[in-house]
């Protein structure tokens, strides 16, 4: 089945230990989202890449980081994570227009030790 | 800035009865409207939508109504059953913008 694949399910880092999240899709979608989860905290977007277009959020803090190496995969880097970290990260894709339905993966869950 | 809001955290239902769920939005640009479904371990699916040309969209149990005016939406889950049960977000975009979602209401239906 075609399907966006999120991996690790979970993740554990230490303090300040760079972490990589991978966000894989079958769809062949143009777009691809990360976002970040907070407990009972609407999921908010850190950056989307239209094609290869990068496109970051405002307050998108410096030590997140995104690289989008083919239409297939895209990574969340996380250069320094502090605790404040700590969350769902989930990953989107979409076709093309924004009245198009965005189809999630599973999540990662990061924890920060 | 929370432009979509979801003011009740949680909802508990009885088997059979409406499930009503209300967001309330701040931005009266937004023009499309859609609702997300998440279980447990699973990432958000999408469940219905709404243009801002409409009023109401309607996909077999599941109703949306839009009140612009009131910049208020709902969704109306009938009759409602026990595996509706799950995180309900409300999201909203404008003009080719990303969607903002809200922070989501926790649904229990209690058969």
């Known amino acids: 089945d075609a399907m966006v694949i999120q991996n690790p399910r979970y993740q554990v880092t230490q303090f300040g230990k760079p972490v990589t999240l991978s966000c894989s899709q079958t769809l062949n979608h143009n777009v691809m989202y990360w976002y970040q989860q907070k407990s009972s905290q609407a999921p908010k977007l850190l950056f989307h890449y239209y094609d290869k277009d990068f496109n970051n959020e405002a307050d998108t803090p410096d030590n997140f980081q995104s690289r989008r190496p083919n239409t297939s995969f895209c990574f969340l880097d996380i250069r320094s994570p502090g605790l404040g970290d700590a969350a769902m990260y989930l990953c989107a894709t979409r076709v093309g227009a924004s009245t198009d339905t965005q189809y999630f993966g599973p999540g990662t869950r990061l924890t920060v030790l | 800035d929370q432009q979509v809001k979801q003011n009740s955290p949680s909802l508990s239902v009885q088997e059979g009865r409406i499930s009503i769920l209300n967001c309330d939005y701040t931005?009266?640009?937004?023009?499309?409207f859609l609702w997300y479904k998440k279980y447990p371990a699973e990432g958000p699916t999408f469940l219905i939508s709404?243009?801002?040309?409409?009023d109401k969209n309607e996909d077999g149990r599941f109703t949306v109504f839009l009140n612009k005016s009131a910049k208020h939406l709902s969704l109306h889950i009938v009759p409602s059953q026990p595996g509706d049960s799950a995180v309900y977000f409300c999201a909203a975009s404008y003009n080719n913008n990303d969607m903002r979602f809200g922070a989501g209401t926790r649904l229990t239906v209690k058969p």
């Open positions: 931005n009266s640009m937004f023009d499309y």
């Open positions: 709404i243009s801002s040309i409409k």
